[in-house]
């Protein structure tokens, strides 16, 4: 009976190891899904807009996409940003005078070093920005973001965003 059963339980598990190595995101795609999450995270709308809700789903969320040692370094920061919590602060504090918030981000170039503990992700983000009696406007700048694999995971450890063009 055993012998019978035995080449079918075979080609179910040979089945299962294939699409788990198919359908397994690649390193790139882990990548960018991290990126859209960090895009949604940011995101704020007339549907998100309560405050207290905006400030608790960045401070959910950050754990997940950035090392707790990350960096920044954003010009109307002032100074570099040195860890997770001063991040998560930042992006609390820069969001309140908004009513609408649209991250994007265009032409990611994702290079994965040797070893894949190590990426670098080069983007074109973009904002749209509106306050409650304003226009809105929108943003454009180069940011390069370094990740790290941490428990497995993709996570961003380091923010370098240009500062705006000169006109």
């Known amino acids: 009976m055993i012998k019978r059963w035995l080449p079918l339980a075979v080609l179910a598990v040979i089945a299962v190891v294939a699409y788990v190595i198919v359908t397994w995101p690649s390193d790139e795609e882990a990548i960018r899904s991290r990126l859209d999450g960090v895009v949604a995270t940011l995101r704020v709308d007339a549907l998100a807009n309560d405050r207290a809700l905006r400030a608790a789903r960045v401070e959910n969320a950050f754990p997940h996409l950035f090392v707790v040692n990350a960096v920044a370094k954003i010009p109307e920061a002032g100074t570099s940003i040195a860890n997770r919590e001063e991040l998560t602060a930042v992006a609390i504090a820069a969001s309140e005078p908004y009513t ?65 063009a000169e006109r």
């Open 100 to 164: 609408r918030i649209e991250p994007q981000l265009q032409d990611v170039k994702i290079s994965v070093q040797p070893g894949k503990v190590r990426a670098e992700a080069k983007v074109i983000a973009s904002v749209t920005l509106r306050k409650r009696t304003e226009p809105s406007r929108t943003e454009r700048r180069a940011v390069t973001l370094a990740l790290e694999k941490e428990d497995g995971e993709w996570k961003i450890a380091q923010i370098a965003v240009e500062p705006k």
